[in-house]
């Protein structure tokens, strides 16, 4: 997988504006494509923008990113940080909660400074 980590340090900072909703928290980085080859070029992109979330209400939390202007990722999936999970869930889920419960937009968008990686 490519994409980018959160720095470490705006970590903090974010969990504490946006509190977690469930034990696990995960607030780790935002995908950019799955399946790649290990030669695969990482992003040029450093910021983006929390612009959003979702929550299932059964353990899936997320943060909705915008980055370059879009939250729509290459693979039609939306960029996103999953933020907090309950027992048993998985970070992988938070793909299919936000197709399948949209997101609400927060009032005023927080940037974030991201990290390429690969992970």
């Known amino acids: 997988m490519i994409g980018w980590k959160l720095d470490r340090d705006q970590r903090r900072e974010l969990l504490q504006q946006f509190p977690t909703t469930y ?9 950019l494509a799955v399946r790649v080859s290990d030669h695969a070029a990482l992003p040029d992109e450093s910021i983006g923008e929390i612009v ?3 929550d299932d209400g059964k353990g899936v ?6 980055i370059a ?3 729509d990722r290459p693979d039609g999936s939306t960029y996103h940080i999953t933020w907090s999970l309950a ?3 998985r970070a992988k889920e938070s793909n299919d909660v936000i197709r ?3 997101w609400t937009p927060i009032e005023l968008p927080m940037p974030v400074r991201l990290l390429p990686a690969r992970f």
Do not use: I, K, L
């Not at 034990?23 to 995908?31: F, G, K, L, P, Y």
């Open 87 to 89: 027992p048993g869930r």
């Open 100 to 102: 399948a419960h949209g």
């Open 23 to 31: 034990s696990e928290v995960v607030a780790d980085h935002v995908t």
């Open 52 to 54: 959003g979330w979702a």
């Open 69 to 71: 202007g879009t939250t």
């Open 61 to 66: 939390q997320a943060m909705v990113v915008s």
